[in-house]
């Protein structure tokens, strides 16, 4: 009975392992895919938004929780 139990043990484990494996290589070919079907790669240094740059955004989500709060 208790080898028996150690069998099943092994092969589940063999099966999540086995899944697993099998999703790590999906997510790889996933990105693989991705970047090969990618055409506005943005590269460091390159386009992108600068520091500094959402500062209207940021005042505007200050004025909503004023506004919420009751502030004036």
């Known amino acids: 009975m208790l080898l028996e139990g150690v069998q099943l043990m092994i092969v589940g484990m063999t099966i999540v392992f086995s899944f697993l494996g099998l999703l790590v290589g999906a997510m790889h070919l996933n990105r693989l895919v991705a970047e090969a079907l990618s055409t506005s790669a943005i590269t ?11 500062d209207v955004a940021i005042a505007i989500v200050l004025a909503a929780v004023a506004a919420r709060r009751g502030v004036r």
């Open 44 to 54: 460091p240094g390159e386009g992108g938004p600068a520091a500094g740059s959402d």
